[in-house]
Structures are given as C-alpha cells and as structure tokens.
C-alpha cells in the first residue's frame, strides 16, 4: 500500500511517524521537512498544487493521500481525483467551508445552537463598525479567511483600525465579511474526531499553548506547547466534547447535505460558562498530533481507509494508552517574526530512548527521496539518514520534543530534561507547558 502524506510541519512528521508502523504501508511525504524524510521517501511536489499531486499520485498508483493541514482539500483535492479512485482523508472542497469561512462556519454553527462566544458575522463595514461600538471590551476581530488571522482589542480606536484593514484585506481578496466576538479567557483546548459522516471515534482533548510567554498579556505564538492529561477530569472533558459538540457537529453538516469524511477538529476555549467553539478544522491541528498520536495504540491506516469507505461503524473503539504527554516546542529565539536560519541543530542524538522529537521547519540534505517507478522501476531510493549535525534550520518553529508519563508532572519533567539536550542558536522554550492539566 502507497500512502502520501502532505506537508512540512511538525504534524507532518508525527502523521508520517504513525503511518510508518502500518506493516504493509510505504510512506511517502511531499514535501515533508528534516524528520520525516529519515522515514519516509520525499516527493518533490508542492501540495497546494493539487491538480499536479492528483496526477502525480495516479501515474505513481498511490492508494492513499493524507493531507497534515487542511489547504489541499480547501483547494479541492478530493474533487480533483474523485474519478481516480485514490483515497483522500478529508472532505470534498465545498465541505471545507467549515473551516475555509470564518464568517460561513460561525453562521452554520448559530443555525444549529452550537456554544460560541458572543459575536456576529459582518457582512459589510458600516454593519461591522455600528456593532463594534455597541460592544464591551477586550474585542477579537476575525477575518473570514483563517490565513488572514486575527486580533485582540483592549482600545476601541484600535479595534476601529483592525477592523478597516480586515474589511478592505478581505475586500481585496475577493471576500465579504469578518467576525467580531468577544474575547474569552481561560485555556485553549484543541478537540478531534476521526469520522465517516456519521460514526465518529473521539481523540483525546488537548490543552493548547499559543502565546510566547505564560503571561496573559504575552504575544501570540502558533503552538508553543501542548498537553493530553489521564485524570478523570480530561476523560470526563473528552466524553463532553464528543457529546456536546463533536456529534451534533456531524449531524449538523448530515442535515445541511455536507458530506464528511476524514479527521474534524474543534478549537474550544473552557470558561466559567462550559466550553465555546471558536473554530473547526478539517484536519488535526499542529502540535495537537504531536500530542495525541504517540498515546494512541490502533493502527491508523485501517482507521482512516473506514472512514472513507463509510464503515467505522464496524470498527472498535480506540485504545489509549494511560499516560499523560507533554509536547514541547523549541523556537529559535525571535519566533515568531525573526529568526536566524541555516543554523545546525545538535544533540537529537542524545534524547533519551522513549522521548520522541518530530521536527517541524528543518532540513536534512541526506534523507529518503522517491524515485519515480517510470525511472528505473524502483519504488524508492533508499540512502542513510546523515548525522544528526546534518540537520538545518528552515524557520523558527524548529522542533517539539514530546513525553509521555505516567503522571503529567513525570512527563513534564521528561520533556524539560530532553529539551535541554537540543541545541541550536536562540533555543526557548516555554518551561510551563504542562505545569497543569486544563487550568
């Protein structure tokens, strides 16, 4: 069985690591970064091109794709090989809205009664800045595409600006509308499911770190830390998200005539009030697979081939293993705005055995690289991964060491002590990750 995985981020190579264990799989990883490349044979395609990777994956007789991020499917990946019988994990392009609209997901999650924070879609600038004058403050202003981002607002003169820049931003990109919601406090929890459109079999909740710093008033910083707990307390959470908002999600997009297939995501703030949605995702997000796949004992090939075919109705519940996990993000100083790059990386070769590190902007020039089978009839070229020296810096999101143990404050300790082990210039971490569970 040929599997292309998608991507060049540190999900990348956690996907590729846990599909690398299927025993008849062989992995392929397009374009893939420093770690994944020593498993799994590298593609020269870029996967925002999914007419070329459609093609590419035909002649190549790969039977299935797995995109790490989403934008190959919000691109329109599974209508470009619909007619070519490969599997895709994820869903159709006009499904992908859910995550590719801000403005269509909040207005489909308030037709269904979905918990959200208080907030409104504006279609149109005068509506937008009527409404952001009649709310309290701090405010987050979204625009509708993700890719634009987002921003908090304690001053009101400044919430008026972001607003303008959002609105003319998504005007320019052929776009309409931003959200306005208030700004919610308490931890980030990131929630997935792997589903078939109606069956759908939990993951574990993930406690999310996406500040720099652990003060409140810390810059943002994409996934600088991420925790999966085994109390009772993360198995209750875990139940309340698949019941009350996992499920109803699915029956949601079942009655709007959404197809879905594939891994779905959910983005949680916990507040004093129960959780609220903030976003979905059509794909695991990143360091949340870092987190969650090493405690996950089932093969995921089968897994994912049920959910396309329909069928995960016959498959049985997943098996965890009882073990807290802290992921650790190491940045290079200046992350993430400036950063040096080209640096060498050193000591991956002295974490400690049990302790993984899956790399996220690296670059190893001696990895795996695929020979096409109309070349010379080989599925791939074989070649020994280069020292650990050989290894380079491709952007500031470097690596995520990640433990498991069998208290949080054991694995937590791991994790420190092997992030230490790593070196590069600039190297910061955040040493909270995992100072408590969902608190």
Known sequence: MKILVLGADGRTHALVWKLFNHATAEVLVAPGNGGAVQLAARVDLDPADVVEVARWAFAEQVDLIVPAGS?????????EVVAMHIGVCGPAQRTTLIEGSRCFARAFLERHGLPLPRGRVCHDLVTAEKYLA????????????????????????AAL?????????????????????EHLSGPLVGFSVLTD????????????????????????????????????????????????????????????????????GFDCVLTDQGPRLTGLRCSLRDMEAQAVLPRLENDLVPLIEAAIARRLDREPPLVWRDEASVALALVA?????HFPLGAGITGLNEVEEGVLVFHGQTHNPGGLRYTPASRGGLA??????PPASGITLTGGHVVTV???????????????????RIHFPGRTYREDVGAREFA
Do not use: C
Not at 161 to 181: K, P, T
Not at 402 to 420: F, P, Q, S
């Open 71 to 79: 934008g190959p499917l919000r691109a329109g990946l599974v209508d």
């Open 134 to 157: 009649s709310q309290p403050l701090p405010v987050v202003i979204k625009t509708d595409d993700p890719d634009g981002g987002e921003t908090v607002h304690t001053e009101r003169y």
């Open 161 to 181: 600006e972001a607003l303008r820049a959002a609105s003319g931003a998504m005007a320019g990109a052929g776009r309409s509308g931003v959200v306005i919601e």
């Open 197 to 264: 459109g109606t069956t759908a079999l939990p993951f574990l909740p993930v406690r999310l770190y996406e500040q720099l710093g652990p003060e409140p008033d810390s810059p943002p910083a994409p996934g600088m830390g991420a925790v999966t707990g085994n109390s009772v307390y993360a198995r209750k959470l875990g139940a309340y998200l698949h019941q009350h908002i996992a499920l109803p999600v699915i029956g949601a997009l079942r009655q709007e005539g959404l197809p879905y297939w594939g891994f779905l």
């Open 333 to 337: 100083q200046g992350y993430p705005h």
């Open 380 to 385: 791939a070229l074989l070649r020994s991964a």
């Open 402 to 420: 990640v433990a498991l143990g069998a208290t949080l404050a054991g694995a937590r300790g791991r994790a420190l002590l092997n992030a230490e």
